[in-house]
Antibody, heavy 124, light 110 residues
Framework: QVQLVQSGAEMKKPGSSVKVSCRASGGTFSTYTVSWVRQAPGQGPEWMGRIIPFLGMANYPQRFQGRVTITADKSPRTTTVYMDVSGLRSDDTAVYYC???????????????WGQGTTVTVSS | QSALTQPASVSGSPGQSITISCTGT?????????VSWYQHHPGKVPKLMIYEVTGRPSGVSNRFSGSKSGNTASLTISGLQAEDEADYYCSSYTSRSTVIFGGGTKLTVL
């Protein structure tokens, strides 16, 4: 059973960037859709974008376009997906999760495997 | 695109059934049968409970069921148990090829 292992907690200054990684352990997710979801304290989850590593193409909601970049290793056994967030603000403080959907494809099949979460704190 | 609308809280006694609604628009819930529900216990990782409106992943109790009518999807939990107390979130595919979540519903088992 594949597990998703994320990089550790980050403390960042406003205006800086952060890059969070998500590594597949015990399997690969190259043909699955992998999303990034964040949850700020006291708020609901927010979808930040997704990628199918095999295809290498990502898509984002409008509010994050230009500020969020999702990439993946392009090796045949793709095991790591990355999310880069630039221009950090205090309201970007949240727990960031990567999550694998049940299958790859154009629609939305439900995220059945989640990383452990990475806390990103933005403060001056 | 605004978040899907869920009630902030619902409650029920052990053994009872409860239903959580999730209201979207014709650009998401109303058009696509790609609605998922997640259970989230504080401090833990979200867990997929329902996919594609009615699908139930292996290992999820059959006390959990999903449905949809028009722009509103629903999650029903029958035979409430103390362990069901958690936050529940719906999510849907949208016409912009994105995914949108609801604001969440806190379930209290009395």
């Amino acid at each position: 059973q594949v597990q998703l292992v994320q990089s550790g907690a980050e403390m960042k200054k406003p205006g800086s960037s952060v890059k969070v990684s998500c590594r597949a352990s015990g399997g690969t997710f190259s043909t699955y859709t992998v999303s990034w979801v964040r949850q700020a304290p006291g708020q609901g989850p927010e979808w930040m974008g997704r990628i199918i590593p095999f295809l290498g193409m990502a898509n984002y909601p409008q509010r994050f376009q230009g500020r969020v970049t999702i990439t993946a290793d392009k090796s045949p056994r793709t095991t790591t997906v990355y999310m880069d967030v630039s221009g950090l603000r205090s309201d970007d403080t949240a727990v960031y999760y990567c999550a694998r959907e049940r299958k790859g494809g154009s629609y939305y099949y439900g995220m059945d495997v989640w990383g452990q979460g990475t806390t990103v704190t933005v403060s001056s | 695109q605004s978040a899907l609308t869920q009630p902030a809280s619902v409650s029920g006694s052990p053994g009872q059934s409860i239903t959580i609604s999730c209201t979207g628009t014709s650009s998401d819930v109303g058009t696509y049968n790609y609605v998922s529900w997640y259970q989230h216990h504080p401090g833990k990782v979200p867990k997929l409970m329902i996919y594609e409106v009615t699908g139930r992943p292996s290992g999820v109790s059959n006390r959990f069921s999903g449905s949809k009518s028009g722009n509103t999807a629903s999650l029903t939990i029958s035979g409430l148990q103390a362990e069901d107390e958690a936050d529940y979130y719906c999510s849907s595919y949208t016409s912009r090829s994105t995914v949108i979540f609801g604001g969440g519903t806190k379930l209290t088992v009395l």
